[in-house]
C-alpha cells in the first residue's frame, strides 16, 4: 500500500493512504547554506616529549629522540581521527597503554595483513605519518605516509 505525503502551511506534514508521492503546498525556504569556513576544524597541536593525548585531532611530533603518545581509550573516543605526523627522523610512535593489559588497540585494515598490536611505530623519516580512526573499541589505521608498524599483545 502506498502513501502520500503532503506538506501545507495550514496543516503541516500530512500522510494518507490516497495516492503516492510527496507534494510540497507551500513555499520552500531554505534558511542557511555550509560554507567551508563553517566547517569543524580539526585542532593543530604539536608534541615535543612523551604525553597523553584526550580528544582527537592533528598531531605533529618532533624530538630528539623517539618517544610514544598514549591513547585515549578507544571507547571514549568513538568516530574520533587522529592524525599523527612526524617531524623529526625518529620511530615515534603510539602506545594503546591507557587500555587494560594485553587488549590489541591498534590494527590495520582488512587486506593489508590484519596486525593487531597494543602500540605502533611510524617510520624514522621526517614527514612520516599515520592517521587512526576508533571505532570504539580499538583505533584502525586508515591512512599512513611511509611506512608503520604495529607490534605488542
Known sequence: MSKKTTTTDARGLVVSNDGSGT???NAATFSSTVTLDT??????QAKTAAATLTAPGVYTVSGSSAFNLTMPLASAVPGGVFVIRTL?????????SAESNGTLVFCDPPGSGATHGSKVAVEAVVGGSVSVVSDGLSFCVFAASGSHTISGT
Do not use: D, W
Open 39 to 44: 566547517l569543524p576544524k580539526a585542532t593543530l
Open 23 to 25: 507534494t510540497i503546498s
Open 88 to 96: 623529526s627522523a625518529h620511530a615515534h610512535g603510539l602506545t594503546g
